[in-house]
């Protein structure tokens, strides 16, 4: 297994996704918004670890935050 891809583990990109969000100033209202949620507890769920993101969502983020896969490793 690529070892980049070991290391993103939901609870890992859950506390990822928190921490940009927190950056960029965003609730989790308008992340759901941004990544095409419907409401906040998707965000909850994924940053608390009891959901993981799709790939489609991951590449969103990644996509529209600018982001590098390397961002969202530990």
Request: hydrophobic residues 40%; without cysteine.
């Amino acid at each position: 297994m690529d070892t980049l891809l070991y290391t993103l583990t939901m609870k890992n990109i859950g506390k990822k996704l928190k921490q940009i969000r927190l950056s960029l100033g965003l609730s989790q209202e308008e992340m759901a918004k941004r990544l095409g949620y419907a409401n906040r507890s998707a965000i909850n769920k994924i940053e608390t670890g009891l959901r993981g993101i799709s790939y489609n969502k991951l590449l969103v983020l990644i996509r529209d935050f600018n982001l590098d896969i390397e961002d969202l490793k530990d």
